[in-house]
């Protein structure tokens, strides 16, 4: 017995500590081991930051297929439209004060176009106009559908050519209007002073399977001899009157715009409004929707050749088929502005569906 005991403290004496020596070296390959991958991913980590391409995303605004546009969606998807009784007019009779500066810009151009139009000359007149105040959007309990407030207050044209087509004249202060007054980082807060000029798009659908698009005039405000998409047109504080209250009608101006520039009168219940944003190239609110309408491109080629009272705004008319591949055609290689490439995509969207119009924008390559 003895001897079996002095064996076991012999074995127990040589093993414990290559044990013991075992797990210590164990434990320390490990912690350096993992020092050193450590050290590894931070080299990797680092040398990825200093040569990696710097992206600067602009995920607020619209983009198509990574490529961002001006417009910047407050409401709407295109998937679902806004009830006629879902859209709220109402008018503040409290006046937008514009600051000095401003004020002596539009005072330029007031005596600037008083006098062009005393000398015989082309000139621009100062037509009322709405600006939007504020708006409140919400969803109706029941179904959820989209439901807005918005409320204007009159302003007019030479306003609009003081404010937005001047949004990169500098100030005293050395900023431009636009860095001084328009809200970037929170976009969905209304700049009053800037929001002159709200109007609506409408994408027409002609009988035939045809989308509408215009080509407009020089002298048809901003964006002159552009592309442009079926009707845009501004709400007018006195022919776009609601019938019930002293707010406007957004659908009477849809279809005051299509009779004024195609020359047809669309049924109040073809317009379907999708949603509504900003535009930042001009700091211009729009709704924006579609219409499917009964005639046929041609029946409207020939109603507009007999005249209409807008026909100075668009030099022509220019139809295309009305398929995924047309329309995403269109908007990325047409040379058409953001709110309408936008309106575009939301009426394809809601027409021939959102898979579709994606996929053909997935495909098609910027010529």
């Known amino acids: 017995m003895e001897s079996i005991k002095l064996v076991l403290n012999s074995i127990i004496g040589e093993m414990l500590p290559a044990l013991i020596g075992a797990i210590v070296g164990l434990i320390f390959s490990v912690i350096f081991d993992e020092g050193l991958r450590n050290f590894k991913r931070k080299i990797v980590r680092s040398y990825k930051r200093l040569f990696r391409e710097k992206n600067e995303f602009k995920s607020h605004l619209f983009t198509i297929e990574g490529t961002p546009t001006t417009f910047y969606v407050i409401d709407g998807d295109g998937q679902f439209d806004f009830k006629p009784e879902n859209i709220e007019c109402r008018v503040v009779h409290d006046q937008v004060q ?23 000359l082309d000139h621009k007149w100062n037509g009322p106009l709405y600006g939007l105040a504020k708006f409140r959007h919400s969803r ?9 407030l918005f409320n204007f207050f009159k302003t007019d044209y030479f306003t609009f050519l003081a404010t937005n087509l ?19 980082q929170q976009l969905e807060k209304v700049e009053p002073i800037l929001a002159n000029g709200f109007g609506i798009g409408l994408v027409v659908i ?26 845009v047109e501004g709400v007018h504080p006195l022919l776009d009157r609601h019938s019930v209250n ?3 009608d957004l659908f009477n101006t849809a279809v005051r715009g299509a009779n004024e520039e195609l020359g047809i009168i669309i049924n109040k219940d073809l317009i379907k409004f999708l949603g509504y944003g900003i535009d930042l190239d001009f700091y211009q609110w729009n709704m924006l929707g579609y219409a499917h309408v009964p005639q046929t491109a041609k029946e409207i080629q020939d109603i507009r050749s007999r005249g209409t009272s807008g026909k100075w ?41 959102k898979n579709n119009i994606d996929r053909a924008l997935a495909k098609t390559k910027k010529k």
């Open 98 to 120: 514009l600051p000095s500066e401003i004020e002596a810009i539009k005072q330029e151009i007031t005596d600037r176009e008083t006098e062009n139009e005393l000398n015989g």
């Open 140 to 148: 109706t309990a029941d179904k959820e559908d989209m439901t807005v």
């Open 166 to 184: 001047q949004l990169n004249r500098k100030l005293e202060s050395g900023k431009t209007i636009g860095e001084e007054y328009i809200p970037y």
């Open 206 to 231: 002609t009988s035939d399977e045809n989308i509408i698009l215009t080509k407009r005039t020089e002298i048809s405000g901003p964006r002159g001899s552009e592309m442009d998409i079926s009707v």
């Open 246 to 248: 002293d707010g406007p």
């Open 313 to 353: 705004e668009n030099t022509f008319l220019v139809f295309k088929n009305f398929t995924a591949k047309e329309v995403a055609d269109i908007i990325v290689n047409g040379e058409v502005w953001s709110t309408g490439k936008v309106a575009l995509y939301w009426t394809a969207v809601r027409e021939l569906g």
